[in-house]
């Protein structure tokens, strides 16, 4: 807060696209996407026409005992989208839980979740497992189920018992005991899932003890807040499958891979580049429906809006949905509500995104932009800064450490995320570090030539962040 306080703010005053600017008038391209919010760029005509027209007609009118129609046209769309499968089985998901954003899309999941175990007789005191690294919001569940000591330490007293369970970080994985030579330093070792096999384990463990996990909590593909940490392809499959297996609920938290940010599953690698080049992008627009993962519930946020208003959904299944169905007199009705649940002019927002989501413009617009972030990142391994660079779809994360051959990592207390971004900023772009990983994920309508300079600009701010420092 002193450094805050310190320093002259940026006061953001106006936005365009991909470009935000300031009271200044000083011009930035808006490379975390308003953190992780923005899917087609700002001041976009279609979203505000549509929030126009239906703040013409009404804002906001409570959702408790009342409906509207465009949350009940959104929640339709939603199901629709989320129930698009390769194998089209279509009729998973069908129901929709509004809140606020997305911590408590997850409190609404958990909630559900817990009471739902209680009352079909599964557990009397159900218990959740999530993953190391994870991040699910700032709200009291939420925070439960995260581990991120930094974080959530300090709640520790205050928050319900949650037990975790080692997530892939294949860039520092524990069983990489080969020591990383100069040919090979940043590329991944094969390896013989042992990540899998402590998900097996805990579960196992925890069914032993009597009251299997009722559930299981875990962002899909990609790990947004734990570092940009990729999921190695099969990874999500297969603990799904054992969780599944073991009788917990999936609790999948798309609030960051949803709506179409983890495009083509893509890891940029310096030896073996998988190219995007060429093939279709999915049309599906949720993490969990490459691998063919269907939740029980789904939790989505930030984009849901196209990065307009806080607004969140919680998807589930009629059989959950059943669960808190009765007559008035047995008190079963789910008792969770905020006052904007259900918000008339987000939810229009929230159709003029899907439209444009579902649009063939969009769909091109992310294909070019995927391939020339891809393209892009390869300039940055030529920084001995740069330990890792990893791409899932629109987001990439990028690992600075003190020496990329010994992937020395850089103290917190040296700021050498926030330092590079700082240095980023003066240079007109703007992101936030995840403590050293430098996170990219532009909104959709970059060009290619944004994208370009947003990565060209990372690497002079990396250059003259540590220009001082002895080169490893
Ligand atoms: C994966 C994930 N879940 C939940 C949240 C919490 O969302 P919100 O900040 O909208 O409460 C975030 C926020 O960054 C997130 O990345």
């Not at 990609?222 to 570092?227: S, Y």
């Not at 054992?242 to 940010?261: S, Y």
Request: one cysteine or more; hydrophobic letters at 40%.
């Amino acid at each position: 807060m002193r450094d805050w306080l310190r320093s002259e703010p940026i006061v953001i005053a106006s936005g365009k696209g991909a470009v935000l600017r300031d009271t200044k008038g000083k011009e930035y391209l808006d490379a975390n996407a308003s953190i992780w919010t923005n899917l087609h760029g700002h001041a976009h005509p279609r979203i505000n026409t549509a929030m126009q027209k239906q703040l013409n007609k009404i804002a906001h009118s409570s959702a408790l005992g009342l409906a509207n129609e465009p949350a009940s046209y959104l929640a339709e769309r939603l199901v629709n989208a989320a129930n698009t499968s390769k194998r089209g089985k279509g009729k998973h998901f069908a129901k929709v839980f509004y809140s606020d954003d997305g911590s408590t899309a997850l409190e609404v999941a958990l909630k559900l979740a817990y009471e739902y175990t209680r009352r079909t007789g599964r557990s009397k005191k159900p218990k959740f497992l999530s993953l190391q690294g994870a991040y699910h919001g700032d709200t009291v569940g939420a925070v439960s189920v995260g581990h991120i000591d930094l974080f959530h330490k300090a709640y520790s007293g205050m928050l319900f018992q949650a037990d975790k369970v080692m997530a892939p970080y294949c860039y520092r994985c524990p069983f990489n005991k080969a020591k990383p030579e100069r040919a090979d330093a940043r590329s991944y070792r094969k390896c013989n899932w042992e990540c899998v096999g402590k998900v097996e384990q805990t579960f196992a463990k925890q069914k032993k003890k009597g009251n299997p996990y009722a559930g299981f909590v875990f962002e899909p593909l990609m790990q947004g807040a734990a570092g940009m940490v990729p999921q190695p392809s099969g990874w999500l499959k297969k603990v799904t499958d054992i969780a599944k297996g073991q009788g917990a609920l999936l609790i999948a938290d798309e609030v960051m891979t949803g709506f179409g940010r983890t495009g083509i599953s893509c890891r940029v690698h310096r030896d073996a580049i998988i190219k995007a080049q060429n093939r279709p992008v999915s049309k599906t627009l949720f993490a969990c429906q490459r691998p063919e993962v269907e939740p029980d519930f789904l939790c989505l946020a930030k984009g849901l809006t196209g990065g307009y208003l806080p607004m969140a959904a919680t998807l589930t299944t009629q059989s959950v949905f059943d669960t808190f169905l009765g007559e008035y007199h047995e008190y079963k009705t789910f008792f969770h509500g905020h006052s904007y649940t259900g918000n008339q002019l987000g939810a229009a927002a929230g159709l003029a995104s899907l439209d444009l989501l579902e649009g063939k413009q969009s769909l091109h617009q992310r294909a070019v932009l995927q391939q020339a972030m891809h393209e892009s990142l390869k300039e940055l391994w030529s920084s001995p800064y740069v330990g890792d660079v990893r791409q899932v779809g629109l987001v990439a994360g990028i690992e600075l450490v003190k020496d990329w051959r010994t992937r020395k990592p850089f103290d917190l207390s040296e700021q050498a995320g926030m330092r590079v971004c700082k240095a980023m900023a003066k240079r007109g772009v703007l992101t936030r570090p995840i403590g050293s990983v430098i996170a990219l994920m532009p909104p959709y309508c970059t060009t290619a030539k944004q994208m370009k300079q947003m990565v060209m600009v990372l690497r002079e701010a990396i250059e003259e962040t540590f220009s001082n420092s002895k080169a490893p």
